[in-house]
């Protein structure tokens, strides 16, 4: 992978990234998580060629980019003036956004305020916002057995959400949704590290891994559907727990173009990593011309 580098921006504000590739076309990739560094997604500069840049950074308060002085700063809109400030301070004039998980819900509030800034949006392992990610949890949850919903249970009413025991359960009940193709942590996985901070005070202020209640907590892209008229790729994994999420937004934007991998739950970028950047690349080469 390229040596880590940064791109300062307004404020006297940096993000750190990678970057591989010449342009003039560019994909700037937001990792999500909340509050993962770009690292399970460094296959992706393997697209990078002349013709097309692929950057990817760290958003803000995560790896060694800016970190605001409080957690409140920590919201999918801020997230977005973000991408816009690292648009500008590259130059970037041909804009395709991927947005990886909870990076889709960044990447669909800056297609809502910056249009003509965009070429195309891919939106991989993703969803419409908070009700989608509550209806994610419910399913994961309904399709959990009795006894690991049990104790689950019992763990969620004591309030232990830092013991061990509840964060392995916890992991334990998203594995098949998330990681249901990988022995192990692939090594990209391993690499990639998480902010708490920012993973918490977006998600769950609680650590309660079923109960959304940090800054996405209200916030809904799905009412921007009918007013995204970009090439649009939708990616998803078969067994991924936003499955019906990603179908419903590929069905409402009817420029979005839906693939779904067969083989795959949240990290298709890390279990069909051969299909998955064929994906990208062939919406790419039909996007940017090449």
């Known amino acids: 992978m390229p040596p880590a580098g940064f791109v300062k921006v307004s404020g006297n504000r940096r993000f750190e990234y990678v970057s591989r590739g010449a342009g003039p076309a560019t994909l700037l990739v937001h990792p999500g998580g909340p509050g993962f560094t770009y690292h399970y997604l ?28 409080r957690p409140s700063a920590y919201t ?32 669909l509030e800056y297609a809502h305020r910056f249009p003509d800034k965009l070429t195309s949006l891919l939106m991989c392992a993703t969803a419409g916002g908070a009700a989608d990610l509550r209806a994610a949890f419910k399913y994961v949850l309904e399709h959990t057995s009795p006894v690991l919903r049990l104790r689950l249970r019992e763990l969620s009413k004591a309030g232990d ?4 025991e509840y964060r392995d359960l916890a992991a334990r009940i998203m594995a098949p949704f998330s990681e249901r193709f990988s022995a ?6 391993r690499a990639t590290k998480v902010n708490e901070e920012v993973y918490h005070a977006m998600l769950t202020r609680t650590g309660d891994e079923f109960v959304l209640d940090g800054t996405i907590a209200r916030w809904d892209g799905r009412k921007y559907y009918s007013n995204i008229f970009l090439p649009m790729l939708v990616l998803v994994g078969r067994y991924d727990y936003l499955l019906d999420a990603s179908i419903d937004m590929a069905n409402r934007i009817r420029t979005a ?27 790419l080469e039909d996007v940017t011309g090449d």
């Open 161 to 164: 959400f830092k013991s061990k």
């Open 42 to 69: 460094r296959s992706i500069l393997k697209l990078a060629d002349s013709h097309l840049r692929v950057i990817l950074f760290n958003p803000r308060g995560v790896g060694r980019s800016w970190r605001p002085a």
């Open 76 to 107: 999918i809109e801020n997230q977005a003036d973000d991408v816009e400030a690292i648009r500008r301070a590259f130059d970037i004039k041909e804009l395709h956004l991927l947005g990886y998980s909870a990076g889709g819900f960044t990447a």
């Open 257 to 283: 173009h839906l693939r779904i991998l067969p083989r795959s739950s949240h990290y298709p970028v890390l279990e069909q990593p051969r299909e998955f950047l064929g994906q990208l690349s062939e919406f």
């Open 184 to 189: 192990s942590p692939p090594a990209d996985l």
